[in-house]
Each structure stands twice: as structure tokens, then as C-alpha cells.
């Protein structure tokens, strides 16, 4: 009877122990491995650099626009690479910085910058972080703040380009990325365009990953905590809200809208049909309705008013950039809208 009790004892031990080693080098891989489950430059079947992308997500010229290719060196020396599209009268009209989303590069956006371009009149420049695309480095929350830092001030030299006429856009990930713009350089741009952003980097975690809801001070050091940081946003704000948003929960941007009482001007535009990556297309004439007359308001650029030209289909290019930009490793994971 001892020798049995003494070897369930042995064994109990060596379970704890080995139990306790994966989850001290399951929490020591999240803590050091935690940027690449975040930021997705490349994916299995879609192509990282903007040059090797399928037809019709490679330059904006395959659109029939005129654009440049800018590269910006940011204050720690990585360049990131950028398009600029232009309008024929570009030096008098706002210009839009679009800060895409944690997965693909900016070539995939083509779609619904196209669609912006054409739509709203104003110049567009849709940027690469550093690690996406043509962009150098690897991809951190301090460093895409520098990128999007680099951006303004390089928008700022340049005299074709109205400083006082500057939206950023920001949707998912590039909300965060243009709420940090707003709340800390407020005198370079004029207004700011949320959609379907998250509160905080520790408030996904408990909706992806609960498991680690009570060891996020241990390993979580990624911020982006939009929700403290938008409290401090002064500029007009639009939050555009997918109602059917299968991975940031709906509440996220209703607690984004009702934390932002700083804001010169609040604006809210539900989406009833629209999930994590398609409002701009599920919304409709009155989603860039909107952004137009939010654009022209925050820049005070009341030449541009409502657009009449706004189409409500979605093209077969626009509606294959759907699934490239779902095929995201992360989205597996997520449970879905039960009503979507």
C-alpha cells in the first residue's frame, strides 16, 4: 500500500510539474511571439507585396487613377512605402490618409479606395506600416505610431496638398492607428473616421482569447488602447459601426462614441448589414453620403456637399476583395454572429 501511494504521489507531481512547464512556455511564447498573432503583413494565399497581387489589387492605375508611389523615411530611419492619389484640382480639396487593417497589403483596399476616390473628391494616400507591402521593418505598436507620424509630417511639406484639409481614416487596426494621430498631433488634421475599431488591445483579448483574460498583466504588452485615448480627442469625429461586425463586438464602437465627449463634433453611422470588412460596401449610398458631408464639415470644405453619384452594387472586383480580406488566421477562432 505505500509503494502504491508513493507512486500516485510521484505521478501527481511529475503531472503538476509538467503541467506547470507548457503553461509557463505556453505564457513565455505568447508574451514574446504576441506582435505576429497581431499583425498579419503575409497569409497563407494572398501575396505580401503589392507587386505580386492578382490583377486589380496591384497599382491604382488599374482603376483608370493617377497616383504616386511615396516613400516615407520615419524618425527611427524605416521607410514605408505609401500611394498618394491624386485629383486634378488636388491642391484645393481634402485629403484622406486611409490607415488599413491588421491583415494584406494596401493593394487589397484598392476596391474601397477606388470607390472613395471617386466618390468623395478627395485626394487619397493609402498607406503601408512598416512590415506590410513594400514598407521595411517589422510591424510594432510604437512603430506604426512613428509611421503614422511620418505621414502627416510628410503630407505637411508637401505645397499640392491643403494641410488644413486633412481627414484620417482608420478602419479595425488603423482606427487605433488614427485615433493616436488625432489625440496627439490634433493641430495636423482636421478630422477623424473610425470603423469598426476595438476598445483596447486587453479587451480583445477577453473576447478572442479568454483564457487569458486573468494573465494579461503577465504577458499582454501591446496597448492600443483606443478607448483612454480617444477621451482626449478634440477633432470632429465619425464612428462607422457594422452591426453585424463578426470580430470586434458591436459595443466596442457604441463605448468608442460615448467615451469620445471631447469631440467638437460627433457623428454615428450604423451599418445594418455590414461585417468587420465590408460597411463601405453593405452601406450604401448613405454610407458615403456621410463621409462626405462629414469631410466637408470637419475640413470646412462645404464645395464638396452630398454626392449624387454614389452607387449601391457591389461590383464583382470590389466583392472578390471580401474573402482575401477574411482569409485572416485569427477569424477561425472567433465565434460568429448568431445573426449574421
Known amino acids: 500500500m505505500g509503494d502504491w501511494a508513493t507512486t500516485v504521489t510521484s505521478w501527481i ?16 511564447m505568447i508574451y514574446v511571439y504576441q506582435e505576429k498573432l497581431l499583425y498579419f503583413p503575409s497569409m497563407p494565399g494572398v501575396s505580401k507585396l503589392t507587386t505580386e497581387n492578382p490583377e486589380g489589387y496591384r497599382v491604382p492605375s488599374e482603376y483608370g487613377i493617377d497616383y504616386e508611389d511615396v516613400f516615407v523615411t520615419c524618425s527611427d530611419g524605416v521607410k514605408i512605402h505609401s500611394w498618394l492619389m491624386k485629383q486634378p484640382s488636388g491642391q484645393f480639396l481634402p485629403t484622406i490618409v486611409f ?33 506590410f507591402g513594400l514598407s521595411d521593418g517589422v ?29 484620417v481614416f482608420g478602419r479595425s487596426l488603423g482606427g487605433a492607428v488614427a485615433i493616436y494621430l488625432a489625440e496627439s498631433r490634433p493641430t495636423k488634421i482636421a478630422g477623424l473616421i473610425v470603423e469598426n475599431t476595438f476598445l483596447s488591445i486587453s479587451s480583445m483579448v477577453d473576447q478572442v482569447m ?37 470580430l470586434v463586438p458591436h459595443s466596442h464602437m457604441q463605448k468608442l462614441h460615448a467615451s469620445a465627449t471631447k469631440s467638437s463634433l460627433r457623428k454615428w453611422l450604423p451599418v ?30 462645404f464645395t464638396l456637399g452630398a454626392s449624387e453619384t454614389c452607387d449601391v452594387d457591389v461590383d464583382e472586383k470590389s466583392a472578390s476583395a471580401i474573402p482575401n480580406m477574411l482569409n485572416q488566421p485569427l477569424f477561425n477562432h472567433l465565434p460568429k454572429d448568431k445573426d449574421a
Not at 482626449?232 to 463578426?246: H, K, M, N, Q, S
Open 13 to 28: 507531481q511529475t503531472l503538476v510539474l509538467t503541467g506547470s512547464a507548457l503553461t509557463v512556455g505556453l505564457i513565455g
Open 99 to 131: 490607415f488599413h487593417g491588421n491583415a494584406g497589403n494596401i493593394g487589397y483596399r484598392l476596391p474601397n479606395a477606388a470607390k472613395m476616390f471617386r466618390h468623395l473628391d478627395c485626394n487619397i494616400l493609402l498607406v503601408d506600416y512598416r512590415g
Open 139 to 167: 510591424p510594432t505598436e510604437e512603430g506604426l505610431q512613428r509611421d503614422a507620424d511620418g505621414v502627416i509630417d510628410y503630407l505637411h511639406t508637401r505645397s499640392d496638398i491643403d494641410p488644413t484639409k486633412i481627414v
Open 272 to 301: 445594418p448589414r455590414g461585417t468587420h470588412n465590408d460597411s463601405w460596401l453593405r452601406g450604401g449610398l448613405d454610407y458615403f453620403h456621410t463621409l462626405r458631408q462629414f469631410i466637408a464639415t470637419s475640413t470646412r470644405d
Open 210 to 246: 479568454p483564457w487569458l483574460t486573468y494573465i494579461k498583466p503577465i504577458v499582454l504588452a501591446i496597448d492600443w488602447n483606443n478607448e483612454r485615448r480617444i477621451r482626449g480627442v478634440t477633432l470632429p469625429i465619425l464612428f462607422v459601426a457594422g452591426e453585424r461586425d463578426e
